[in-house]
């Protein structure tokens, strides 16, 4: 899946971003025009494409061919809620609703070949269906009812990954054997990510304690199919209030990347990250949330002081003095997804009294080097 998604904000800034996520509605498709070659190009005029949803949206996510959305909001009651998506190049025409209602909104995640939600019930029921959606009624891919429904699922290839109250486990879209795979035994993996071979996540090994202010995060990893014992390829000390676990790390097939105690990007390398010192990629001190990155550049969300909207930053995987704007015009959500050609995020429009919700999911080609 790719919600994606996952930051190293304040916690007051974390809790407004995920309670403005909740509260969109009506949203549209707006799929906006060229390869973007300059530092700032708001993709606020010219779109190519405007396909209204008609739907309340709680969460969405994307693939290189489709656009998936949790219907949502005050409006719509718990037992309609259901899972949607259409082909990015004619939604209008190509929406499915996947089977099943009454689901836990964020709670679903996009596999290679398959689309995987929670089921809004006591045993926490994980159904799947092929991301072109179901010839019959959704495969139960596993009950667990220690399963946290609220929690980002993460899925890699036809697998789903989630976290129980004491262990995490995977299981093929085609549904669990009568005991899941075990990935990590013995602990909770937050902000898990699959990268290749290998699941990372981050622990809070040492809270802070007695009034201090700082918390130990280790970023771990394992074989995704659980082979071998989870190591700790970073040790991260931060001050009490940031987290690793929603946005603040992310990895590609070499490096770490993470948002350190002053809201800078570091870097190492995989193989040898606790024992050499790290590299300063981006040195702004604007708090920043949501990293990624792709095979060229990073990308996150800040939310400068002077303004009321988040904007979505870009800088090369090579570091830069100087971030580039993507994005001015982000939604409060301050929730960015990618795939392989593009950015999408969620829109803003002016009305009396202040800003709100433009019921649209833009999209722009992520920058050209």
Request: aromatic share 8%; with cysteine.
């Amino acid at each position: 899946m790719t919600n994606s998604t996952l930051n190293s904000a304040p916690a007051a800034l974390l809790g407004a971003c995920l309670a403005c996520l909740s509260a969109c509605s009506g949203k549209a498709l707006i799929l906006d025009g060229g390869p973007q070659n300059t530092a700032v190009t708001p993709p606020d005029a010219g779109a190519a494409e405007s396909t209204p949803l008609h739907d309340e949206i709680e969460a969405f996510w994307v693939d290189d061919a489709r656009l998936y959305w949790a219907t949502g909001g005050d409006s719509v009651p718990i037992e309609s809620q259901k899972m949607q998506s259409c082909l990015h190049d004619d939604c209008a025409n190509t929406t499915i609703t996947y089977g099943g209602t009454s689901l836990y909104g964020e709670a679903a995640a996009i596999g290679q070949t398959a689309v995987f939600w929670t089921k809004r019930d006591s045993e926490a029921t994980v159904l799947s269906c092929p991301n072109a959606g179901c010839t019959g009624t959704p495969t139960k891919v596993v009950q667990d009812p220690n399963l946290n429904p609220t929690a980002p699922f993460v899925a890699d290839g036809d697998y789903f990954y989630w976290t129980s109250a004491f262990d995490t486990y995977r299981c093929p879209s085609a549904g669990c054997a009568e005991i899941p795979e075990v990935v990590v035994q013995g602990e909770t993996a937050s902000g898990m990510q699959i990268v290749g071979a290998y699941a990372y996540w981050a622990r809070e090994a040492s809270p802070a304690v007695d009034g201090g202010t700082e918390t130990t995060w280790e970023i771990r990893r394992v074989p995704k199919d659980g082979s071998a014992v989870p190591a700790t390829i970073k040790t991260i000390t931060l001050t009490l209030g940031i987290t690793m676990s929603w946005g603040g790390f992310t990895v590609d097939g070499t490096r770490l990347y993470w948002l350190d105690d002053t809201s800078h990007v570091q870097s190492c390398s995989l193989e040898s990250c606790e024992e050499e010192a790290p590299t300063a990629l981006v040195t702004t001190d604007t708090v920043k949330f949501g990293l990624q990155v792709d095979a060229t550049n990073m990308y996150w969300v800040e939310h400068p002081v002077s303004v009321i909207l988040d904007v979505a930053m870009y800088c090369p995987l090579s570091g830069c003095s100087a971030p580039q704007v993507l994005i001015s015009d982000l939604n409060f959500s301050g929730t960015l997804e990618l795939d392989s050609s593009y950015v999408y995020w969620e829109g803003t429009q002016a009305v009396a009294g202040g800003i709100t919700d433009d019921h649209n999911i833009h999209r722009i080609r992520k920058p050209t080097q």
